[in-house]
């Protein structure tokens, strides 16, 4: 394996245990709340103290690397990591797992912003592009085939073994990370900011249509993967009537669509440049969501799966390349950057699951109206792109 491929397969790696850290233990709920001594729905609060604590992590962590350095602050961050999972598996109160659940988000919100950060420090354009759409198809892989671990693990190990492997993924990325990459970030290019100019610097960067148009375009549709995860369960399970073994096997065929179209895209726009084939990614997208909708009332498997598939398809196309042209023009911000777009993508990740059970529809309905509106949204936003990146283009 080439220094370059054993790079872009750590900063996957780095990407994608945060997912993962979360979705393996979502068939475990029902045991760990019996071993916890807690309600079953009081199982979400470990989902939202780490969706809470990640994204405002987030913001932390890209000016502190971009004034620090991408090395401190990613060991450090998986070495908290590890420990806040090595916490979780000894777990035996629901404080305690809340507890080691914020301190997980709290280590590998670093890991997850720094591997996009690292990124940009490395590559430049055509390479940028490839090296996110790695990156971006371990993040959707992880929540595809996670789940399906977990089951198997919590069946034949018991749930503790789930935390006793993420620790032990922190631990080899931490390995990894000390043997192959040395700081990315140059002296001379660090940037000394306060507190205050980084509000600042986040605002501006919100305030610049080359960063918003995109970010949010691309953050729209991350959170209608997440709200397609969410709606998953009670749409195959209780609706269809399949176990959650058969779930937890969908959700992994689902990644072989995501990890095409992410590998695909590239290549597309080097032929016809990122912005008209993110269009394209967006119609696509739209059109899984429409199909949603209009087939939710006498939906079987194949309809299902025919919507979910174009949406994914859209996303998996979108993801990598909306990144790199969200990123590309600020180099010199990379972390900062980075950040605010990481922040975004959870926000919006966290509020499409909460409109999941908030929408008083069924919840196939639900699900076609929120992927309808994420990829119409995305479609607007990249198509803005678009308009005002002409007048450069000429």
Known sequence: MSTSTRTLVLLSGL???GTLSTTIILPS???MAASLNAAPADMALTLSSFFLVFAVGQLLVGPLSDRYGRRPLILGGLTLFVL???LGAGATDLSTMVAARVIQAAGVCAASVLARAVARDLYDG???AKALAFIMVAMAAAPGFSPLIGSLIDSQFGWRTSFVLVAAAGSALILSYSLLLDETRAPSARLKMTVAGTAKAYMQLLGDRRFALPALSVSLV???????FASAPTIMIRGMGYSSLQLGLFFAATVLVVFSAGILAPRLAQRWGAIPVVIIGSLLALSGGVSQVLLHESQDLLQFSLAICLFLAGMGVINPLGTAVTLQPFAEQAGLASSLLGFLQMTVAAIGTGLVSAVAQPPSLTLGLL??????C???GFLLCSAHSEPQMA
């Open 15 to 17: 990407a994608a245990v």
């Open 126 to 128: 055509p390479l940028l």
């Open 378 to 380: 995305s479609l607007g």
């Open 222 to 228: 991350i959170g209608g993967l997440y709200a397609f």
């Open 371 to 376: 992927l309808s509106a994420a990829a119409l």
């Open 29 to 31: 709920f029902p045991a």
């Open 84 to 86: 806040g999972s090595l």
